[in-house]
């Protein structure tokens, strides 16, 4: 999944945007572990909104994001979620700039990483403790994932205990 992502993120490059990698592909590679990741989550310039925001106006740039992943094969399934598929593999787009103020994590903190001549930002342990704590109360995601976001949780907290 993290090639199709640094597939994805060159072309967003390209148009002049640097993608953040969120999500569980996300985390795998700042923890080196296998998060049995089943979509891949990127986050790109948005309304800080976040979801108050109309789903048209939410992601900036959709019309040339929409464009790319038709381009690479992917199908637009879900407007409001901004999620298309590709051979089974779902990609969802959420915004960058509701970050702050979902979770507390700002922009400018966020680490550019650099593979294969990709730019991406990739938050740090405890940017992702901060995210998923943050996630863990959503309603949608508690009756979908909290089993797994208190995984996640539960398992930075007990690494950052013993790195501080």
């Known amino acids: 999944m993290y090639q199709v992502f640094l597939e994805i993120a060159n072309e967003l490059n390209d148009i002049g945007i640097t993608p953040l990698l969120m999500g569980s592909v996300g985390l795998e590679r700042r923890t080196g572990r296998d998060w049995q990741a089943r979509d891949i989550d990127i986050h790109v310039p948005s309304d800080p909104r976040g979801w108050a925001a109309p789903d048209e106006g939410r992601i900036y740039h959709f019309n040339e994001l929409n464009a790319i992943m038709e381009k690479l094969g992917f199908q637009l399934v879900d407007r409001h979620e901004h999620e ?14 509701s970050l ?63 790195s501080n």
């Open 84 to 97: 298309f598929q590709r051979d089974g593999l779902s990609v969802e787009f959420g915004g960058l700039h």
């Open 100 to 162: 702050p103020s979902f979770a507390g994590v700002a922009l400018d903190e966020l680490e550019e990483v650099v593979d294969q001549g990709v730019h991406y930002y990739l938050p740090n342990l405890e940017q992702y403790l901060k995210i998923y704590q943050a996630s863990s109360k959503d309603s949608y995601r508690a009756e979908n994932n909290n089993r797994k976001d208190f995984a996640k949780i539960d398992y930075l907290a007990e690494i950052l205990k013993y």
